[in-house]
């Protein structure tokens, strides 16, 4: 049987990448979400397992030695990652998964998943970014520069990307992704 | 502005490039349809500049001299090529054009344009295609069996294209094929 494939789903902090794979998941029910495993507390009606894979300090850090990660990142006093398990025995199975994920743990992921699909969601312009992180309102201006100049740096990175996608509208960068699934479920390889 | 893109789609004979090619059109009016020239008799209802460009063989051979041509094949006692000015001009205006096919002549033309995009459309089976090649009903058993030992020669040639795509249902191989143009559109050229 074909492997799955493995899609993943990256780009700079504001630009919706949880809200368009939130949108791809409803209008293509068979592809499989990674979930990722974190220390951090769970909120008010998140799922272990489902939104993630809630994990003490101790276990996250014992997945780490034991190389259990595909990628991980410490957030304040947070750790997130990807556990590599699930996403092994999705691709064994036929099935496509997706991985949505930073910019930074997305190249880790391409290190041991070079044949994935990387996939880099673009802003439809940097002021209309600003304006996506500025929307957020719960920052002050220092923090929102600093997330402005994070992004222009992560946009940079794109060129280590398959396929770069603008999220001018939800509806059409879902359906700019599901192209991208379906032809490269034809490409010949070689 | 950025260029079109050309899409090369081809297949043994008796694969459906034509019936695909011509629903694609259909569905997607914005695509260009390259008009291939030829010194053979117009036959009822085709006109010039739609279906052929209706030559001269001392006009296709000046052609050829001039390298006017992308690819040329002879076949029986007439000429057929594809005009090279009207790819480009259509390509450098930045929109997408696409080209049916023979499998040998489409490797011609990736001499001359390796960005093309080459799309292979395969048979459901070879059974299914020893089928289509018989439904014509206008051969005798050793042309069929000559036709069908040529189409399983060119199916090797599979692996010089980009994608294949399984001519199972009209409609679903159309969709393969827009969903590669699509993707094609999105790709981060290095």
């Known amino acids: 049987m074909a492997k799955g494939l493995l899609i993943v789903l990256s780009g700079p902090s504001g630009v919706g990448k949880g ?25 008010f ?13 101790e276990q996250f850090l ?6 259990q990660l ?3 990142a410490q ?4 750790y997130y990652g990807t556990p590599r398990d699930f996403v092994e025995e999705t691709l064994n199975s ?29 802003p439809p312009s940097l002021d209309e970014l600003k304006d996506r992180i500025q929307g957020r309102g719960t920052e002050n201006q220092a ?15 794109l060129e280590y990307y398959d396929y770069a996608v603008v999220n001018d509208q939800i509806d059409l960068a ?3 992704i599901e192209s991208i699934i379906v032809a490269e479920h034809c490409k010949v390889r070689k």
């Open 19 to 43: 809200t368009v794979c939130s949108a791809l998941r409803q209008r293509v029910p068979e592809l499989i979400y990674s979930v990722s495993a974190t220390t951090r507390v769970p909120r």
């Open 45 to 57: 009606g998140e799922e272990h397992g489902v939104n993630y894979f809630f994990k003490s300090r």
């Open 62 to 67: 014992n997945m780490i030695e034991q190389d």
């Open 70 to 72: 595909l990628e991980y």
């Open 75 to 78: 957030y304040v006093d947070n």
């Open 94 to 122: 036929g099935r496509d998964i997706i991985l949505e994920i930073e910019v930074q743990g997305a190249l880790k992921v391409k290190e041991k998943f070079p044949d994935g699909v990387f996939v880099f969601l673009l």
């Open 143 to 157: 923090t929102i520069d600093h997330r402005l100049s994070v992004a222009v740096d992560e946009i940079n990175l």
């Open 174 to 176: 879902c359906t700019r």
